[in-house]
């Protein structure tokens, strides 16, 4: 319990980010169009943030709204954009049509990568066999993350999955070497569970603009945060 918890946090632009620094987050997950649950910031939006803040910043990769992969080229072609622009850590996560992970195009986005680190998103919890999809895509360079709230639903109806998969983790088994960091739907009272279960890392969107998503983010509100996991 005494290691720092990880507090990452949406940011759209430059201000979002400022502020989620000054607040605590210790890393920003860069999206644009949170109306289709976050798309690929343009480069230019990442530029403006990697010149206005000195935190670790996660880049996403997806084009469109839904968790298929849609143009594996073009995916391709952003990846390398933003590595030519500086970008060194990513997030990404496609299924086929079965709800199993779309390894080809994973694999395709993820050779553009350089072995950068990258988060595979919450396309784990819509997933036909969560337990499978670690397995197939736990030798990829690079994948160090799971953003996943346990369940489709959010983070309390995914409790039990994600406390079990601590446990999974801390056993040392394979495919769950990867840290597993909680959003969608993440509350603040769900957090002494978490951390008790072994849970170390947390993301927030929404709970850091109280104003909503028109509104920038809330250094304060992430402050609430930060505190909370130190606490």
Same mark, same amino acid.
């Given at each position: %319990?005494?290691?720092?918890?990880v507090?990452?946090?949406?940011?759209?632009?430059?201000e979002?980010?400022?502020a989620a620094?000054?607040?605590g987050?210790?890393?920003?997950?860069?999206?644009?169009? %949170?109306?289709a649950?976050?798309?690929?910031?343009?480069v230019?939006?990442?530029g403006?943030i990697?010149?206005?803040v000195d935190?670790p910043?996660r880049? %996403?990769?997806?084009?469109?709204d839904?968790f298929a992969a849609?143009?594996?080229?073009?995916?391709?072609?952003?990846?390398?954009? %933003?590595r030519?622009?500086g =970008?060194?850590?990513?997030v990404?996560?496609?299924?086929d049509?079965?709800?199993?992970p779309d390894v080809? =195009?994973?694999?395709?986005?993820?050779?553009?990568?350089?072995g950068c680190?990258?988060?595979?998103h919450r396309?784990?919890d819509?997933?036909?066999?969560?337990?499978?999809?670690?397995?197939q895509?736990?030798?990829?360079?690079g994948?160090?993350?799971?953003?996943t709230?346990?369940?489709?639903?959010?983070?309390?109806?995914?409790?039990?999955?994600?406390?079990?998969?601590?446990?999974r983790?801390?056993?040392?088994?394979?495919?769950?070497?990867?840290?597993?960091?909680?959003g969608?739907?993440?509350?603040?009272?769900h957090v002494?569970g978490?951390?008790a279960?072994?849970i170390?890392?947390?993301?927030?969107?929404?709970?850091?603009?109280?104003?909503?998503?028109?509104?920038p983010?809330?250094?304060?509100?992430?402050?609430?945060?930060?505190?909370a996991?130190?606490?």
């Amino acid at each position: %319990m005494s290691k720092r918890a990880v507090l990452e946090v949406i940011a759209l632009d430059a201000e979002d980010a400022v502020a989620a620094q000054a607040g605590g987050a210790d890393r920003l997950e860069l999206v644009t169009d %949170m109306a289709a649950d976050g798309l690929t910031p343009s480069v230019e939006t990442f530029g403006a943030i990697r010149a206005a803040v000195d935190i670790p910043l996660r880049v %996403m990769l997806r084009l469109a709204d839904g968790f298929a992969a849609g143009d594996v080229p073009a995916l391709a072609g952003a990846a390398r954009a %933003m590595r030519a622009a500086g =970008a060194d850590e990513f997030v990404l996560g496609f299924l086929d049509e079965h709800g199993g992970p779309d390894v080809a =195009a994973v694999e395709r986005v993820v050779a553009e990568l350089d072995g950068c680190r990258w988060t595979f998103h919450r396309a784990i919890d819509r997933a036909a066999d969560r337990d499978a999809l670690r397995k197939q895509l736990a030798d990829l360079p690079g994948l160090d993350t799971y953003l996943t709230a346990g369940s489709a639903q959010g983070v309390d109806a995914g409790l039990d999955a994600l406390v079990a998969e601590a446990g999974r983790a801390a056993a040392g088994e394979p495919g769950y070497e990867q840290q597993i960091l909680v959003g969608g739907g993440l509350r603040l009272e769900h957090v002494p569970g978490l951390r008790a279960a072994g849970i170390s890392a947390f993301h927030i969107g929404g709970a850091s603009r109280p104003a909503g998503w028109d509104a920038p983010v809330s250094a304060d509100a992430v402050r609430v945060w930060r505190e909370a996991l130190d606490a």
